[in-house]
């Protein structure tokens, strides 16, 4: 199979790069390398650098790579940015989905695999309640609100054109090669300004001091485990939820990592960020029942800060 990447030289883009090539298929990724690096990417797929914004460009590169599948990673994935600048998130995250719809459609491709956000979303989710398809969505930042109508848009064009489309609700993904330089990645900035010995900051779930939002974090390895069925067909024309049922606060992640870390370095109160869910925690029936167990935060954790406090120079994940 021919499978095209968007995004392919970012965090999950890279990883989903990697499983797709073991699996024997030739490999193409689009990245404008603003957040991605070519060091992800790794020997054996085709680095293409152009803008999804740009459809002409994209439209080009598919029609002479000619995909099967494409894995649409690629997208602006600042909360905060999409409250400040929401037209600017809704370039990449909505008119930049059409326009790989539309190269989708006039060349061919079979499927298309769209990472979208379960936690954005769903909005609060109450003490006690999941996160779940078929939950009325609630969306609290531009970027949860582009983000839901590209879902819309991968609906028309699959009952429209015909397009087989799967949609991927992603809860807060950690791992290794996640960047610390940015805010989409706490674990990954956590563990930067730990392996530095500098202060961790606690944005607040209500009021400065208290323990910070909860969060559903799932290991990058079992979104790939989840991409690799859809990939296959296995969830066209659904939304399958990826996480893990689990919440855990700000200030207990921070906890745990400094304790796999070995790190004493201070934990600084802040007052909350706008946009920020209060609670998101996906339900992990449909995980469990299709992909199987979810790797255990712990463990996750003890991975990612020793692969994230080893200079990389090359794919090595």
């Known amino acids: 199979m021919r499978a095209l990447v968007t995004g392919g030289a970012g965090f999950i883009g890279s990883h989903v790069v990697d499983d797709l090539l073991a699996a024997g298929h030739q490999v193409a990724v689009i990245d404008n390398l603003s957040t991605g690096s070519r060091h992800n990417v790794p020997e054996g797929a085709e680095l293409i650098e152009l803008d999804i914004r740009d459809g002409a460009a994209l439209g080009a590169a598919v029609a002479r790579f000619r995909p099967q599948l494409i894995s649409h990673h690629a997208a602006q994935t600042s909360v905060s940015v999409s409250v400040r600048a929401p037209a600017d998130d809704a370039a990449t995250n909505v008119v930049g989905t059409v ?25 609060d989710i109450p003490d006690g309640q999941y996160g779940a398809v078929g939950r009325p969505p609630a969306p609290l930042s531009g970027y949860a609100c582009a983000k839901l109508a590209a879902e819309s848009y991968l609906d028309l064009y699959a009952r429209t054109y015909g397009l087989n489309t799967a949609i991927l609700r992603y809860a807060n993904i950690y791992g290794p090669r996640q960047d610390p330089h940015g805010e989409a990645g706490v674990i990954a900035i956590f563990v930067d300004r730990m392996h530095r010995g500098q202060p961790v900051q606690i944005n607040a779930r209500t009021q400065a001091g208290d323990d910070g939002c909860v969060r559903d974090y799932v290991f990058v390895g079992d979104v790939v485990r989840a991409h690799h069925l859809a990939a296959q067909g296995r969830f066209d024309g659904r939304i399958f939820d990826v996480g893990t ?42 995980f469990a029942e299709h992909v199987g167990t979810a790797r255990p935060l712990a463990e996750g954790l003890a991975e990612t800060a020793q692969a994230l406090a080893t200079p990389r120079t090359a794919a090595t994940g």
């Open 99 to 123: 326009n790989l719809l539309e190269a989708a459609r006039n060349h061919g491709v079979e499927r298309v695999v769209f990472a979208s956000t379960g936690g954005a979303i769903y909005g």
């Open 245 to 286: 049922g689990q919440g855990t606060t700000t200030r207990t992640l921070a906890t745990m990592l400094a304790k796999a870390m070995g790190s004493t370095s201070d934990l600084l109160d802040a007052p909350p960020r706008a946009g920020d869910v209060q609670r998101s925690v996906l339900d992990p029936s449909m």
